[in-house]
C-alpha cells in the first residue's frame, strides 16, 4: 500500500487544456524584422512595385501575399499550405493587415496571375535592393561566388525535368543559377531555370545584369567560379569588365595533357607538386596559363617486369585565373568557396523555396525570389554584429524569431509580452535595439 501512494505521489501533475486564448503570436521576432524592413524602406517598395490589386478569386491583394511568403520564408516555414496557419498568426495578421488566413489556393493564384512579368518585375526590384546593401556595406572590393543548384520535385511541375541531380538521380528538378557576395554572405542574383539547364546555361547575361546592377562604389571584384563555368566567353567578358577571376579547370580529356608536364616539388608539402602551361581550347580566342597541382591520393603496388614496385597514384587540379600566383596559393583561394554550399542549403533547407508544390513555372519562379529575399533580409539583419553573423539562418529562427509573446493593447500601443527567462533574452534584446538604432 505504501508503495502505491508514492507512485502515485511521483505521477506528474495532469494540465488542463482549452482552446481559449487569444491575441498569441510564435514570431514575436517578426515585429523586429517589421522595423528593418521599414527602415529599409522595403514594405514601401513592395507596395509601390506590386500595387495592392484584390482579386475576386483570393480576397486578398498581391503585396500582402508576397509579404506573407516572405515573413514565412524568414520564420522557417518550407510548405505553401503551412502559410495559411502562419498567417492566423494573430502578429502575422496585425502587420499584413489581414482579416484572416491566406490559404494555399489564394497563394498559387496570386502567383500564377503575376506570371511571367510579375517575375521579372520582382527579379528587378530584388536586383536593385541587393545593389542598395552592397553600397550601404561601404565596400568598395567584392568576391562574386557563382554557383547553380539542383531544386528536385516530385509530380509534374512545369519546366521540371531529369538533368543533372547528384542527390536525386534520374528525379524531375530545377536547376538555378545564382551568385554570392562573399564577404556579406549576400545572395545577389539568381535565375530560376529549367532541370535541363547546364550549369553555366545563360552565364553570359547572367553577369552582364551583374555588371550592370554594382553600384558605383565598387572599384575591384573577383568572380570565383567550379568547372562548371569553364567557358572561355565567360573569361572573355570578366576580362572586359577588367574583374579578376578564379575558375577551376574541367579536367575531361586533359588528364593526358597534366600527365607530361615538367611538375616541381612543393617545398614543405609531401608527395606535392606544380605546374603551369599555356592552353588554347578550340572555341578559345586566345591561349590562357593553366595552373595545376598534383598530389599522391594513394600507393599502390604493381608488377613490373616480374618485380614488384610501390608506385603513386595521383590526383589532379588545375586553374585558370587573373592572379599571378601559383596553382598552391589558388587552389587555397579556391576552397574558400565552399561556403556558398552551405549558403545555398540555408535557403533550400529552411524556406519556401525547399518545397515547391505548385504546377506553374512562374509560381515557382517568384517562390524561388521570396525565398531568397528572406535568406538576405535574415542574413543583413544579423550583419549587426559578429557573433550574429556567423550564425546560419535555422539558428537565427530558433533564437530570435520563433519566440512566443501574449499581444496586448493599451490605447494605439501595442505590447509583445514575452516569456522573461528566454534563454537568449540578452542577445535578443541587444539586436533589437541595433535594428531600432539603425
Known amino acids: 500500500m505504501k508503495n502505491t501512494k508514492k507512485k502515485l505521489k511521483n505521477q506528474s501533475k495532469v494540465v488542463k487544456s482549452s482552446f481559449t486564448g487569444s491575441n498569441i503570436t510564435k514570431y514575436s521576432g517578426l515585429n523586429t524584422v517589421a522595423k528593418y524592413m521599414n527602415r529599409q524602406h522595403i514594405v514601401k517598395s513592395i507596395s509601390s512595385s506590386f500595387p495592392t490589386e484584390w482579386h475576386n478569386a483570393t480576397k486578398f491583394g498581391v503585396n500582402q501575399v508576397l509579404m506573407a511568403i516572405t515573413l514565412a520564408s524568414i520564420s522557417g516555414i518550407n510548405r505553401i499550405y503551412r502559410i495559411a496557419v502562419f498567417s492566423g498568426d494573430g ?14 489556393n489564394a497563394i498559387s493564384a496570386t502567383l500564377k496571375n503575376l506570371g511571367q512579368s510579375g517575375a521579372r518585375k520582382l527579379q528587378e526590384f530584388l536586383l536593385s535592393r541587393n545593389a542598395r546593401w552592397i553600397r550601404d556595406s561601404g565596400l568598395n572590393s567584392i568576391t562574386l561566388d557563382a554557383d547553380s543548384t539542383v531544386q528536385s520535385v516530385s509530380g509534374n511541375q512545369e519546366g521540371a525535368a531529369k538533368g543533372f541531380n547528384t542527390t536525386k538521380k534520374g528525379a ?8 554570392f557576395v562573399s564577404e556579406m554572405k549576400l545572395l545577389y542574383h539568381t535565375w530560376f531555370r529549367t532541370g535541363s539547364a547546364y550549369t553555366a546555361n545563360g552565364i553570359i547575361d547572367f553577369m552582364k545584369e551583374v555588371y550592370s546592377s ?10 570565383r567560379a567550379d568547372s562548371g563555368f569553364f567557358s572561355g566567353n565567360l573569361f572573355d567578358l570578366l576580362e572586359s569588365f577588367s574583374w579578376d577571376y578564379l575558375v577551376k579547370v574541367k579536367l575531361k580529356n586533359l588528364e593526358s595533357l597534366l600527365k607530361t608536364q615538367d611538375w616541381t616539388d612543393v617545398k614543405d608539402a609531401r608527395d606535392v607538386a606544380i605546374c603551369e602551361f599555356s592552353y588554347q581550347a578550340k572555341s578559345w580566342q586566345h591561349p590562357r596559363i593553366l ?3 598534383r598530389s ?26 587573373s592572379y599571378d600566383v601559383d596553382a598552391v596559393e589558388l587552389h587555397e583561394l579556391y576552397k574558400q568557396r565552399s561556403t556558398s554550399e552551405t549558403w545555398i542549403e540555408q535557403v533550400k533547407g529552411h524556406t519556401m523555396a525547399g518545397n515547391t508544390l505548385t504546377d506553374d513555372f512562374w509560381a515557382n519562379d517568384i517562390l524561388w525570389q521570396l525565398s531568397v529575399f528572406a535568406y538576405n533580409i535574415s542574413v543583413m539583419m544579423r550583419q549587426k554584429k559578429d557573433r550574429y553573423k556567423k550564425q546560419e539562418h535555422r539558428s537565427f529562427i530558433d533564437w530570435f524569431i520563433s519566440v512566443p509573446a ?32 539603425a
Open 296 to 321: 599522391v591520393k594513394e600507393y599502390v603496388e604493381v608488377s613490373y617486369l616480374g618485380e614488384i614496385k610501390t608506385v603513386p597514384v595521383y590526383q589532379y587540379v588545375c586553374y585558370v585565373s
Open 291 to 293: 595552373k595545376a597541382m
Open 406 to 437: 501574449k499581444i496586448t493593447r493599451s490605447g494605439h500601443q501595442i505590447e509583445l509580452k514575452m516569456y522573461e527567462h528566454h534563454f537568449y533574452k540578452d542577445d535578443w534584446e541587444e539586436l533589437d535595439r541595433l535594428i531600432e538604432a
Open 172 to 179: 524531375k528538378s530545377y536547376h538555378p543559377l545564382l551568385v
Open 214 to 223: 554594382l553600384p558605383r562604389n565598387i572599384k575591384k571584384v573577383f568572380f
Open 91 to 104: 502578429l502575422v495578421k496585425a502587420m499584413l493587415k489581414l482579416d484572416k488566413a491566406i490559404n494555399e
